[in-house]
């Protein structure tokens, strides 16, 4: 939208209204039509001449990205979510429906980028098209997007729903009709969990842009014979790129926010419940008596801009400290044990740190994120003690070693520190892997007098997430690596997988409120791991498969979480360890649990997460893709090789009406910085910027008429997002109207009562 401004000459009443005109039509295109350059990659993707729109044929609120035709666009696929989530114990089941709706005359195909916890085994996939259910089925990842393209070219309504990353999915759902909404329903089983006597889950509502550091393409050399003289030339085949991901387009926090959720949780701890609070959203909540809740969001609708975190707490002093649950699928059982081992009083003295603080300094820290990370390494370098030894790492897409190597943690050291960090600011990429590199570097590999802890905070915004963890598992040595990870919505697969290799844990901070009471637990862990050596033992003569296999060390209010499968739960299973350099041993009775749904995915779940570390270690990676292949189908998971896809029996697009395909836009996660994330070159001209100034900020994918009232026939429950942001926006065009109506007026008056002033003078 451009913007022509002429140069100032006396105002008339006529004058005023061509003016009060221009305003209305400049402000109804703000709110309507406004076009927006994608940070991410370009679609290459051609645009059909159907289906395209001008900005004087919008009547309505709606969403327009740019199409290869001057003055035309394509109306944007909208979303809106809603999401239930049903915990019971220790677990949780969820269900997320996706309503995707085309508000224009065209045949569209969306692409949606969308986030789920990263240990989720995602195994259900319904669409819905008037009353009718199609069940998605699990496919090897070739044949289901085979299957999904066929359908999508033969005007087919079909879904597709892959992994990039354990918590980073997409969505594809193609020939969408006119003004037509199609239903897509995904479910997932996953753990909740335990610190102490405090649970907590999240659900992440936006996938945060990811910095992918530059790869060199290796190019081969071709000697001539006999002259010793060669060329450079590409290599025939291009090597697979792991650090590839799809990012979404990113909405321009200028342009307001898209993608509506509405969320409600029913919470059957299965114990006395004291404090239930979300950190990062307002709620409402109802207790159904001791252990039961029931809570949804107190705004109803939320943008999906920062991850949604529940916690709560037991009523008493400690939790339950052991859980058993065991399903029967086919003719196996799988258990899942959870034990809280016992607090020690006296854990004896903890020897002094080495520790190595490492801090992201990059655009996407820009903002209320830096702020935390650096009041969270402020606080922990108030910690150290005086026989404690520590350095400074910063890094963007540069790096500073603060110290050449560990010094004491003396007043002077840590007063340089402080104000070195004080001073930082965010700005640039996130070339993370070298700055991991060097703190990982250990100048005293055989002393046993400190114990090594690098400290990684960081939001973990990077898409290269395999070779950190390659780095991670083979050159640890002694460090323990513990993650911090900062911000609304932070890459909690890194972070936590991270952790995972670097035998240490996970800490978010979400929100200043949390520096304190999250860093001091974390600075309890650093000092005490609490068990080690943990080996389960299952009876005698059994055939079991477990995981994890090794079980990790365990920190303060960690709990033991194992999945095992056997042909019979019977028996007992002996679980054992140190604690306090003092041998500790549990018995438990494997048929005295309770049975519950989905154990044996969560078992299946933590198998292809044991498997994907092992190719890491450097296993043969054809073995593992065939175990993970197989596991994923006899679960019916969506992994890294296999994905859910569902077609509908009968074409309904026409024959010759072309199908435009467009990625969905998302939103700049809360907190962020547009302009450090992605640069002066992407940001909205200025005009723009100005022609929104004083207009409202709806969601603008909540535009669409309510869903159709006989979907409960289906059995199928569906998302109630729709709103009244159309009649909102006209209320203000209409208010705004009056008010520039009434300022005519009074300078039509203004201007007689001059006219008669200056007669009578």
Known sequence: MTMIISQTRPATPHRLAGFFVSFVAYATLALTAFDFSTPARADTRGDAPAGLVRLNDVESGALLLKSKEPGKYVPAPLLATDVEIDVTGPMARTRVTQRFINPGDGWVEGKYVFPLPDNSAVDTLKMMIGDRVIEGQIKEKKEARQIYEEAKASGKKASLVEQQRPNVFTNSVANIGPNENIVIQIEYQQTVKQDKNTFSLRFPMVVAPRYTPQSAVPQMVDFAPGSGWGELRAPEETPADDNTLDQPPVLHPDMGKVNPVALKVTLNAGFPLGDIESPHHKIKLTRDGKDKAHLTLADEVVPADKDFELVWKTAKTTAPSAALFREHVGNEDYVLVMLTPPEVADLGPAKPREAVFVIDNSGSMAGTSMDQAKESLLYALDDLTPGDTFNVIRFDDSLTVLFPQAVRADQENIATARHFVSSLSADGGTEMLPALKASLVDRRPNDDSHVRQVIFLTDGAIANERELFAEITQHLGRSRLFTVGIGAAPNTYFMSRAAEAGRGTFTHIGESEQVVGRMKELLAKLRHPVMTNITANWPDGMESESWPNPIPDLYAGEPIIVSARMPKAAGTLVLKGEQAGKPWEVHMTLDAGDVRPGIGKLWARRKIQSLE???????NQTS?????????????????????????????????SPLVSKDMPVNLPEGWDFEKVFGEQNVMPTQAKRAMQGAPAPMLAMVAAPIMADASAANMPLPQTASDAPLLILQGLLALIAALGLYLLWWIGFCRMARIDKSQA
């Open 613 to 619: 570390a092992d190719a890491l270690l450097g296993g």
């Open 624 to 656: 593992i893709d065939q175990a993970i292949l197989k596991t994923a189908l006899d679960h019916h998971l969506v992994s890294r090789l296999t994905s859910l896809v569902a077609v509908d029996v009968t074409p309904t697009r026409p024959d010759g």
